[in-house]
């Protein structure tokens, strides 16, 4: 079964503190993709990376940081000095195959709160 | 920059309306999709479309029909609106293949009364 676990529901920090969110996935594919979105109160889910199973290097941009480990099945997402603008939900989400069809399966979501 | 569009950001009907929503893509993407998401079960596909007049059922496809006669749009029709189905429904669309990144409209909050 394709699943996605978020284990932490809400995270709060202090403005300029860094923060690490977690993700760990369970898949039998050998080929798959997982992704990280945000999503700021107004809504919409903003798309912030996609990396593939063959692909186990760090990715860098900017601030923002993805680990991506097979071993553990996991791919953790983190935020050098937060800034309030990063408050938001963040989602991990992994495609694979269910009944016959790719799918997104996403995470619960990770609320996270950047107090000034 | 891809741009995914949806006809409401809010919507109040009444139980047993007839309730369409619309997302529209400009980005020549294959595939559209739509969500529903909800406190606590996060996000649940409704049904997606791979291509035009072709349609698959989602996760959770009862009490919804979708329609798209064209490339870049991609209807949610509630054929007779409950309340249960007060929600938040995001659309989003991608490239060619089904594991193209998904790239999502603003969402419609609707509430049905």
């Known amino acids: 079964a394709q699943k996605v676990t978020q284990a932490q529901t809400e995270i709060s920090v202090v403005e300029k503190e860094d923060v690490t969110l977690d993700c760990v996935y369970e898949?039998?594919?050998?080929?798959?993709?997982l992704f990280w979105y945000k999503q700021p109160p107004s809504g919409e889910l903003v798309f912030l990376i996609r990396?593939?199973?063959?692909?186990?290097q760090n990715e860098i941009s900017g601030r923002y940081s993805w680990n991506f480990q097979k071993s553990t099945s996991s791919f953790n997402f983190t935020i050098t000095a937060s800034q309030v603008v990063d408050s938001a939900v963040y989602f991990c989400a992994l495609s694979g195959l269910i009944q016959g069809a790719q799918k997104l399966v996403f995470g619960q979501g990770t609320r996270l709160t950047i107090n000034p | 920059d891809v741009k995914v569009t949806q006809s409401s950001r809010y919507l109040v009907k009444r139980t047993g309306e007839k309730v369409f929503l619309e997302c529209v893509q400009d980005m020549d993407h294959e595939n559209m999709f739509w969500y529903r998401q909800d406190p606590g079960l996060g996000l649940r596909l409704i049904y997606f479309?791979?291509?035009?007049?072709?349609?698959e059922k989602g996760d959770i496809p009862e009490g919804y029909s979708v329609s798209r006669e064209k490339k870049e749009r991609f209807s949610l029709i509630l054929e007779s609106a409950s309340t249960n189905q007060t929600s938040m429904y995001l659309c989003?669309?991608?490239?060619?293949?089904?594991?193209?990144?998904?790239?999502f409209g603003p969402g419609t909050r609707l509430t049905v009364l």
């Open positions: 479309s791979y291509d035009v007049k072709m349609k």
């Open positions: 989003a669309s991608s490239f060619q293949t089904l594991t193209d990144t998904q790239y």
């Open positions: 898949t039998r594919d050998t080929t798959y993709y």
């Open positions: 990396r593939n199973s063959f692909d186990e």
